[in-house]
């Protein structure tokens, strides 16, 4: 398997397996999951391109529900260039909602968590208050997806954020909006 000629990007699979990424294609990962990574990164990285990321930098991930569900297979980057964040995921088949699809709640957790990353990598601890999602497209079982999630504006303890969930090739599946706002008194931990 050839690289792709544009580097550099550090990359960080996270899933059910613990392993992590080496700098480039893993080693330690089953070949079903080495296989699914490969056409993650073959087609992830065209529409990354078009996005225009820079450099990809992770650290400070925590394992949530949908970072740490089987059934939901994400590679994580973050874009130097204004932080935003990208989620390479693939979705497997128990996560159906209609026939065939992706369940909407599901769809919903995976916009939440990659916009979250983008708040929680840049600034300080703030939750979901608002997530507003508009479904555009059903998304397939056992398909990747694009998600990018990213921040409109912070005011005082409040930050208006996006995300967009995309086919691969660029198709749009979903867009949301959402509203976070830092707690006054208590600092979770993550
Ligand atoms: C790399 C690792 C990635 C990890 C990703 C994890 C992703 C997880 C993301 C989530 O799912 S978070 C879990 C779901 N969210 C919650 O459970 C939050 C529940 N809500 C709360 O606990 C409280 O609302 C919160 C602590 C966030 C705020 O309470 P506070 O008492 O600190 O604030 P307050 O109620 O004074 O509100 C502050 C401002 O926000 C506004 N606000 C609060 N909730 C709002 C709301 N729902 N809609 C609109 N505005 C809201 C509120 O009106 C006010 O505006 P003003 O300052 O202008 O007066």
């Given at each position: 398997m050839q690289k792709p000629s544009f580097q550099p990007y550090y990359?960080?699979?996270l899933s059910s397996e613990q392993a992590q990424l080496p700098t480039w294609f893993p080693s330690g990962h089953s070949e079903e999951f080495q296989l699914i990574l490969r056409k993650l990164f073959e087609r992830g990285f065209?529409?990354?391109r078009k996005?225009?990321?820079?450099?990809?930098?992770?650290?400070n991930i925590s394992k949530?529900?949908?970072?740490?569900n089987p059934q939901i297979h994400v590679v994580m980057l973050r874009r130097a260039l204004d932080g935003?964040?990208?989620y390479l995921a693939r979705v497997g088949s128990q996560v159906q909602g209609p026939s065939g699809f992706m369940h909407g709640g599901a769809t919903a957790a995976l916009l939440d968590d990659c916009v979250s990353s983008a708040v929680l990598l840049s600034g300080p601890f703030a939750m979901t208050v608002q997530l507003n999602v508009q479904y555009r497209k059903p998304v397939p079982l056992n398909s990747v997806v694009v998600v990018e999630g990213y921040i409109d504006q912070t005011n005082g303890r409040k930050t208006i954020a996006g995300g967009k969930m995309y086919h691969p090739d660029g198709a749009l599946y979903a867009e949301a909006t959402l509203l976070f706002v830092k707690p006054r008194?208590?600092?979770p931990k993550m």
């Open positions: 990359v960080k699979a065209r529409l990354m996005l225009n990321i820079q450099k990809g930098n992770l650290s949530n529900f949908v970072l740490s935003s964040v990208i008194l208590v600092e």
